[in-house]
């Protein structure tokens, strides 16, 4: 089984607005910076300041330029899965997608068990985080789901170790039965695993 476009596209897509968000942030906060600089009147720090203003200026003119190469580029990959999409499915699926992809997601993550550990020769207290929980909240971080007209295809990162395998493996009936309930009008098969992914494929009565 192959990915479809919004597949491979999806978690670059939600990669890329992250890294927007923050580069836009970075680009104030220097800008804020700067103009702080600009008011200090200090004489004998003329030139410390000058030259610190110079620097922010470079940084924030790059910080500038990577948001501005970032935001074309996802607008580039959101251009192409729409087109597509108005070419032979549907634009109103994009979005149905997404949605469905995020309240999976949701619905798969396991809330961390933590363990509270005493450290007696350092007098202090550790939490230690569950690292089978740990490993299957990463896989499972990057499903999506792709509705089509006549199909729903959702593929899963499947868990590297045996215990994070074993919650998948046990959670399959309400898997198929929380995919089923977003998707009425389909009809889910047995998924299946191939490689490192796990497939659930539907198609539309």
């Known amino acids: 089984m192959r990915k479809s476009f919004f597949q491979k596209t999806y978690n670059i897509n939600t990669g890329l607005i992250y890294f927007i968000f923050m580069s836009i942030i970075l680009n104030l906060a220097l800008k804020q910076l700067r103009q702080l600089f600009e008011k200090l009147n200090i004489p004998q720090l003329k030139n410390t300041f000058s030259l610190i203003q110079e620097k922010l200026g470079i940084i924030e003119y790059m910080s500038k330029v990577t948001s501005i190469i970032l935001i074309t580029v996802i607008v580039f990959l959101i251009t192409i899965e729409l087109f597509q999409r108005f070419r032979s499915d549907s634009v109103f699926n994009y979005f149905k997608s997404i949605f469905q992809t995020n309240r999976f997601r949701h619905f798969l993550k396991q809330y961390e068990k933590t363990e509270t550990v005493n450290d007696r020769d350092n007098n202090i207290t550790k939490t230690q985080l569950d690292p ?20 729903v295809s959702v593929v899963m990162q499947y868990p590297k170790t045996q215990q994070a395998q074993k919650i998948l493996r046990e959670m399959t009936g309400q898997i198929k039965e929380e995919i089923s309930n977003y998707n009425p009008r389909y009809i889910f098969s047995s998924p299946t695993r191939e490689g490192d992914k796990y497939w659930f494929k539907a198609t539309k009565v």
């Open 132 to 151: 089978v929980i740990q490993n299957f909240n990463s896989s499972i971080s990057k499903c999506t789901i792709d509705v089509r007209n006549t199909t």
